[in-house]
Nanobody, 125 residues
Framework: QVQLVESGGGSAQAGGSLRLSCAASALTVSHYAMGWFRQAPGKEREFVASISYGGGTTRYADSVKGRFTISRDNAKKSLYLQMSSLKPEDTAIYYC??????????????????WGQGTQVTVSS
């Protein structure tokens, strides 16, 4: 069983930065792709970014490309999301996730993932 705990959320002004962290409980997360998703009020959960087991392959949603950077430290069993040039539309609950069936990209259906509890990010204009 994998437990994921996010931290680092909070409030920021438009144009500002925040860094999210996700701590995993299981050593085996180093074998799998991990990612960040977000859900704004009244909207469906959406993909933000993912990273392969070794960190060599990253993918981003078009809406965050060039502004957000995903990274991981397998020795610390941790996942990060550096968010810069924040916009009010980035306001959402951000979730960390692990795809236990894939090592490169998160391609399983969402109900197969391990999820964290989420951390709120609020960006004001």
């Amino acid at each position: 069983q994998v437990q994921l705990v996010e931290s680092g959320g909070g409030s920021a002004q438009a144009g500002g930065s925040l860094r999210l962290s996700c701590a995993a409980s299981a050593l085996t997360v180093s074998h799998y792709a991990m990612g960040w998703f977000r859900q704004a009020p009244g909207k469906e959960r959406e993909f933000v970014a993912s990273i392969s087991y070794g960190g060599g392959t990253t993918r981003y949603a078009d809406s965050v490309k060039g502004r957000f950077t995903i990274s991981r430290d397998n020795a610390k069993k941790s996942l990060y999301l550096q968010m810069s040039s924040l916009k009010p539309e980035d306001t959402a609950i951000y979730y960390c996730a692990v795809d236990p069936d894939h090592a490169i990209s998160m391609t399983s259906s969402y109900d197969m993932y391990y999820w964290g509890q989420g951390t709120q990010v609020t960006v004001s204009s």
